[in-house]
């Protein structure tokens, strides 16, 4: 008899924790309104879906549209990563204040220069558009080499240092396009392309030590012909400058 109860007790108990477990979990999803709005719009639903506070002022008066597809419950976590992926799609973020617990939207550009995450090789990168600054350590090749070759994949918004001392780039950017940065630089950073780098530098400086071409008679200025091109050339300028000025003085005399 005592084995029956306790074994009834025992499956009340798992059945409250389960229920209690369901339930907790039903608390973190949130469903956010499908559709076209604007972008003022589009943060206050945000707001009141996610129980986040948000200043918006420095959207100004935008008048930018986001599209929310419809995806149905998702986590707290997946619903901010959506959101912060609508703002950068329209040049903006937001950044976390954690002394108000706000969320401040502000333009890509203003927003890198604030108190935005400061993440290490080490450091897992987040599944979003959050706007971080990561350290790429660089092993081979110069660190002006690679950040010359990465700015072509980078947005205007986004900023990138070579640090040489450091040996590595810091990168100003989305955390999605961040990884990305991440996989050219193990093919850019490597012996061979060291190699290549080097000889690259190597031609430009000896270009740059390069004489100016010689012209008959052993002079290395320009010819007579290029020095009369560039004479004619600025007479023709003067000449259109005095034009210009008749003819606006024959106009305000009434012509």
């Given amino acids: 008899m005592r084995v029956q109860k306790r074994n009834l007790l025992t499956l009340f108990t798992l059945l409250f924790l389960s229920w209690g477990g369901r339930a907790l979990a039903a608390t973190d999803l949130v469903q956010l309104k499908s559709g076209k ?10 707001s009141d879906k996610l129980k986040i506070q948000i200043d918006a ?3 100004g008066g935008s008048n930018d549209t986001v599209s929310v597809p419809e995806v149905g419950l998702v986590s707290t976590e997946r619903a901010k990563a959506m ?5 950068y799609l329209q040049g903006y973020t937001w950044i976390h204040s954690t002394a108000y617990d706000l969320y401040r939207v502000l333009p890509l550009r203003d927003a890198r220069d604030q108190e935005i995450p400061l993440l290490t090789d080490s450091d897992p990168l987040p599944d979003s558009d959050l706007l971080v600054t990561y350290i790429i350590p660089i092993q081979h090749t110069r660190t002006e080499y690679i950040a010359r070759n990465l700015r072509s994949f980078m947005p205007g918004d986004s900023r990138i240092i070579p640090h ?6 810091l990168v100003t950017d989305s955390a999605h396009n961040i990884s990305k940065l991440k996989e050219l630089v193990q ?3 490597t012996p ?3 190699k290549l780098a080097k000889e690259e530098l190597a031609e430009i400086a000896k270009r740059v030590d390069a004489p100016c071409p010689s012209f008959p008679g ?3 200025q320009l010819p007579q012909s290029g020095i009369l091109i560039g004479l004619f050339s600025l007479i023709a300028l003067m000449i259109g400058f005095l034009a210009r000025g008749y003819v606006i003085r024959r106009i305000e005399g009434g012509l």
């Avoid at 709005?37 to 945000?46: P, Q, R």
């Avoid at 040489?164 to 780039?169: D, N, Q, T, Y």
């Fill in 218 to 220: 052993g002079n290395s």
């Fill in 57 to 59: 002022s420095g959207l």
């Fill in 164 to 169: 040489e001392s450091m040996g590595a780039v």
């Fill in 37 to 46: 709005m604007g972008l003022n719009s589009f943060l206050e639903m945000v």
């Fill in 192 to 194: 061979q392309a060291a």
């Fill in 83 to 87: 959101v912060l992926t609508s703002l």
């Fill in 187 to 189: 093919h850019l950073d």
